[in-house]
């Protein structure tokens, strides 16, 4: 096997590592789950998994950093952009993009908020929120502007959680928010 074909068969095997181990956080809870489990359910024994991940923490690390991966590219593009209000409508578009496809691992954050105080997947994600807070607040802005803007992103994770148990299209809800978010960051300009 060439090592392009053994890169990419590694590469799909991690990634259905943190799939499975998301799945098994989500329903029994993260310190409920052990690595054996996990190779149980992936059917592989518990050195194969050893060989991509030795901890639960590594597993959850990684993923998230993968699926939040597109958070980092969005602040360095946002920070390469003027701070019109058409950069900032893209900033908050693209954002709402980057939860839904990271809805698993945001889910599994909101339902599992102290273990991820205790890893260091907490720091992480509060550092990239303050790197989004400033390329969507103008630096002169007032504060209640600056609140507005704020106020767009937390409009966006909140309705991740409290709109999955309405009725309804998902794709629908993810407007829903997005308009709303949208409206706030538009509000916060006109005042700037």
């Given at each position: 096997m060439d090592g392009t074909k053994q890169q990419r068969r590694r590469g799909n095997t991690r990634q259905r590592i943190q799939d499975v181990a998301l799945e098994l956080f989500a329903e029994q809870?993260?310190?409920?789950?052990?690595?054996?489990?996990?190779?149980?359910?992936?059917?592989?024994?518990?050195?194969?998994?050893?060989?991509?991940?030795?901890t639960k923490e590594e597993i959850i690390v990684s993923l998230f950093e993968d699926l939040t991966k597109p958070i980092e590219d969005l602040i360095?593009?946002?920070?390469?952009?003027?701070?019109?209000?058409e950069t900032k409508?893209?900033?908050?578009?693209?954002?709402?993009?980057?939860?839904?496809?990271?809805?698993?691992?945001?889910r599994f954050m909101q339902e599992n908020q102290a273990t991820?105080?205790?890893?260091?997947?907490?720091?992480?994600?509060?550092?990239?929120?303050?790197?989004?807070?400033?390329?969507?607040?103008?630096?002169?802005?007032d504060l209640v502007d600056q609140v507005r803007c704020i106020s767009a992103l937390f409009t966006?994770?909140?309705?991740?959680?409290?709109?999955?148990?309405?009725?309804?299209d998902p794709e629908e809800k993810r407007k829903a928010i997005l308009e709303v978010a949208t409206d706030l960051i538009t509000q916060a300009h006109k005042g700037a």
């Open positions: 809870g993260y310190e409920k789950t052990s690595l054996r489990e996990i190779a149980e359910r992936l059917e592989v024994t518990k050195a194969a998994l050893y060989y991509h991940f030795k360095e593009w946002g920070r390469q952009q003027p701070h019109t209000l409508q893209e900033i908050v578009r693209r954002y709402s993009q980057v939860l839904t496809d990271a809805s698993p691992l945001f991820v105080r205790d890893l260091s997947i907490g720091e992480m994600f509060k550092n990239r929120m303050l790197g989004l807070r400033d390329i969507v607040i103008d630096p002169d802005a966006m994770h909140a309705g991740m959680f409290v709109l999955k148990d309405l009725e309804g």
